[in-house]
């Protein structure tokens, strides 16, 4: 793993919350690292587990989803719903072995700009111990295996456009 | 009379029953071969691989692909039939979406030889036999075709037009599938050829889904008598349903099971496990931590639930931390 590994976090947070406790911690000055992108949500509810495996198989590190306390939503049960996809997810992320760290789920209230601060460093050091998940270069070295046929095949008609050629084509 | 279309069907990794699909089209199969000239189909009639060689590029006017890609030499016919045929299908749920055979995406190649040529309990072989691609036996060399890594769905290997999904197919959509052939009315290119909305739509138990369905717990089929005539996820039991493409009439629900999902997800789900999970874990009743795992304790094994035909199209596509082994890379 380089030195130099920063790591990349996907953030779900919500509108009325951590997304406020986000702009917070930029008002009030509070530094952190730059690692997380931040994508705002109107509830931790609506953080659908597809983005969550989007995110992580465009190239994210880590996601991260911030929402509202428990009895505070603004849409009464949307960090609950939140909550239960969670906790299956998790699980099964393990066992397609991605691990625990990766995907985190925290009630930051709009008050608490420190805690978006203290809950992205913590992130980003435990991410850097577990290095780089890099999906996208493990899907290239997955197909590695079947690119020979594919470029033998190619040569031999007009050229096609499946899966494997794309990625391949996209990261070229 | 003018030359009639020409029509393949292919196997790969599958276990025979989309092959049966076509002779369950009973006497419709007589208006199929009226119709269409059969040039390959290896599980009923004799054509090798030689005699599609020898046919013109995109001579065939339909092939019906079924089964997953593993193996070198479903690769290369995959590749050899896309060549010769103007449309490509896949045809059921395992060259649809990776099907069962693609399960096997959770282990390392290596842990799947070591049980099927090891560990499994019904097998004997003491002298720890593992195929080869390749044996000499005196002047006679014998191969074998590689053992990927990875298992594919067929559109992760060559192009595909369109799908027909289930495990198996419904004789039905086989039908219509050629009916459109031979009409040459087709859907945009990339359609799946069944209807576009989840099973529930459907499903006989509809009207007694709730609103609200509140699990307090998840039940498996075998662990409870169930009734004929209620929603299934109203009863605990996970039903695939919901994120599930309908068009199989409820098969399973008439019969008194729940959906396991083999039609795959409709056009506008990207990841049908992913989904499924959304739905179900969103409508557990409890609200904190202890209670949640509590109600989850009742699906032991989430991705063989609810990947169960589509772990290779799931976004991960394979379990992420397997390290493939130095001897299959080189062959």
């Given at each position: 793993?380089?030195?130099?590994?920063e790591?990349?976090?996907?953030?779900?947070?919500?509108?009325?919350c951590?997304?406020?406790?986000?702009?917070?911690?930029?008002?009030?000055?509070?530094?952190?690292?730059?690692?997380?992108?931040?994508?705002?949500?109107?509830?931790s509810?609506?953080v659908?587990?597809?983005?969550?495996?989007?995110?992580?198989?465009?190239?994210?590190?880590?996601?991260?989803?911030?929402?509202?306390?428990?009895?505070?939503?603004?849409y009464?049960e949307?960090?609950?719903?939140?909550?239960?996809?969670?906790?299956?997810?998790?699980?099964?992320l393990?066992?397609?072995?991605?691990?625990?760290?990766?995907?985190?789920?925290?009630?930051?209230?709009?008050?608490e700009?420190?805690?978006?601060?203290?809950?992205?460093?913590?992130?980003?050091?435990?991410?850097?111990?577990?290095?780089?998940?890099?999906?996208?270069?493990?899907?290239?070295?997955?197909?590695?295996?079947?690119?020979?046929?594919?470029?033998?095949?190619?040569?031999?008609?007009?050229?096609?456009?499946?899966?494997?050629?794309?990625?391949?084509?996209?990261?070229? | 009379?003018?030359?009639?279309?020409?029509?393949?069907?292919?196997?790969?990794?599958?276990?025979?029953?989309?092959?049966?699909?076509?002779?369950d089209?009973?006497?419709?199969?007589?208006?199929?071969?009226?119709?269409?000239?059969?040039?390959?189909?290896?599980?009923?009639?004799?054509?090798?691989?030689?005699?599609?060689?020898?046919?013109?590029?995109?001579?065939?006017?339909?092939?019906?692909?079924?089964?997953?890609?593993?193996?070198?030499?479903?690769?290369?016919?995959?590749?050899?039939?896309r060549?010769?045929?103007?449309?490509?299908?896949?045809?059921?749920?395992?060259?649809?979406?990776?099907?069962?055979?693609?399960?096997?995406?959770?282990?390392?190649?290596?842990?799947?030889?070591?049980?099927?040529?090891?560990?499994?309990?019904?097998?004997?072989?003491?002298?720890?036999?593992?195929?080869?691609?390749?044996?000499?036996?005196?002047?006679?060399?014998?191969?074998?075709?590689?053992?990927?890594?990875?298992?594919?769905?067929?559109?992760?290997?060559?192009?595909?037009?369109?799908?027909?999904?289930?495990?198996?197919?419904?004789?039905k959509?086989?039908?219509?599938?050629?009916?459109?052939?031979?009409?040459?009315?087709?859907?945009?290119?990339?359609?799946?050829l069944?209807?576009?909305?989840?099973?529930?739509d459907?499903?006989?138990?509809?009207?007694?889904?709730p609103?609200?369905?509140?699990?307090?717990e998840?039940?498996?089929?075998?662990?409870?008598?169930?009734?004929?005539?209620?929603?299934?996820?109203?009863?605990?039991?996970?039903?695939?349903?919901?994120?599930?493409?309908?068009?199989?009439?409820?098969?399973?629900?008439?019969?008194?099971?729940?959906?396991?999902?083999?039609?795959?997800?409709?056009?506008?789900?990207?990841?049908?496990?992913?989904?499924?999970?959304?739905?179900?874990?969103?409508?557990?009743?409890?609200?904190?931590?202890?209670?949640?795992?509590?109600?989850?304790?009742?699906?032991?094994?989430?991705?063989?639930?609810?990947?169960?035909?589509?772990?290779a199209?799931?976004?991960?596509?394979?379990r992420?931390?397997?390290?493939?082994?130095?001897?299959?890379?080189?062959?």
């Amino acid at each position: 793993m380089p030195e130099t590994f920063e790591p990349r976090i996907v953030a779900f947070f919500c509108n009325w919350c951590t997304y406020t406790a986000a702009d917070l911690a930029g008002v009030s000055r509070m530094r952190h690292a730059p690692n997380a992108r931040i994508i705002r949500l109107m509830c931790s509810g609506r953080v659908d587990p597809q983005f969550i495996l989007e995110a992580f198989a465009r190239g994210a590190d880590g996601v991260l989803i911030g929402g509202c306390h428990p009895n505070d939503c603004h849409y009464i049960e949307g960090n609950y719903k939140c909550l239960r996809r969670f906790r299956l997810l998790r699980r099964m992320l393990d066992d397609m072995g991605v691990e625990e760290k990766r995907c985190r789920l925290e009630w930051i209230s709009a008050s608490e700009g420190d805690k978006v601060k203290r809950v992205i460093n913590e992130m980003v050091e435990q991410l850097k111990a577990l290095g780089p998940l890099d999906l996208p270069g493990r899907f290239r070295d997955w197909d590695k295996e079947v690119a020979e046929l594919e470029h033998a095949a190619s040569a031999a008609s007009a050229p096609c456009d499946c899966h494997a050629h794309k990625e391949e084509a996209a990261h070229a | 009379m003018p030359e009639k279309p020409k029509v393949a069907f292919y196997w790969c990794a599958s276990c025979g029953g989309c092959e049966e699909s076509v002779v369950d089209l009973a006497e419709d199969i007589l208006m199929v071969v009226e119709n269409v000239e059969i040039v390959f189909w290896p599980v009923a009639m004799d054509f090798k691989k030689k005699d599609v060689e020898a046919m013109p590029d995109g001579s065939i006017a339909a092939c019906f692909l079924n089964g997953a890609i593993r193996t070198e030499e479903q690769e290369e016919m995959a590749h050899l039939l896309r060549r010769k045929s103007k449309v490509l299908i896949a045809y059921g749920a395992c060259a649809h979406l990776g099907g069962i055979p693609a399960l096997a995406n959770q282990f390392s190649r290596e842990r799947v030889m070591e049980w099927a040529y090891d560990k499994c309990p019904t097998v004997t072989n003491a002298k720890g036999t593992r195929p080869q691609v390749e044996f000499k036996d005196g002047a006679r060399t014998a191969t074998l075709p590689a053992f990927r890594n990875v298992v594919r769905a067929l559109d992760q290997v060559v192009d595909v037009d369109y799908y027909i999904p289930g495990c198996a197919p419904t004789p039905k959509l086989l039908k219509d599938a050629v009916v459109a052939l031979l009409s040459g009315k087709l859907p945009p290119k990339g359609t799946t050829l069944a209807p576009d909305i989840a099973l529930c739509d459907e499903c006989p138990r509809k009207s007694s889904k709730p609103t609200d369905v509140g699990f307090a717990e998840f039940r498996r089929p075998h662990m409870a008598e169930i009734d004929p005539n209620l929603c299934m996820l109203a009863q605990g039991f996970v039903c695939m349903g919901p994120a599930t493409r309908g068009g199989c009439g409820a098969l399973c629900l008439n019969g008194n099971m729940p959906c396991t999902g083999c039609f795959g997800p409709t056009s506008r789900v990207r990841d049908q496990g992913a989904k499924i999970l959304s739905s179900i874990c969103s409508s557990i009743a409890p609200k904190d931590e202890a209670g949640i795992d509590g109600v989850l304790e009742g699906i032991p094994d989430p991705v063989g639930t609810f990947y169960r035909y589509g772990l290779a199209r799931c976004l991960l596509r394979r379990r992420v931390d397997i390290k493939d082994g130095a001897e299959v890379a080189a062959k």
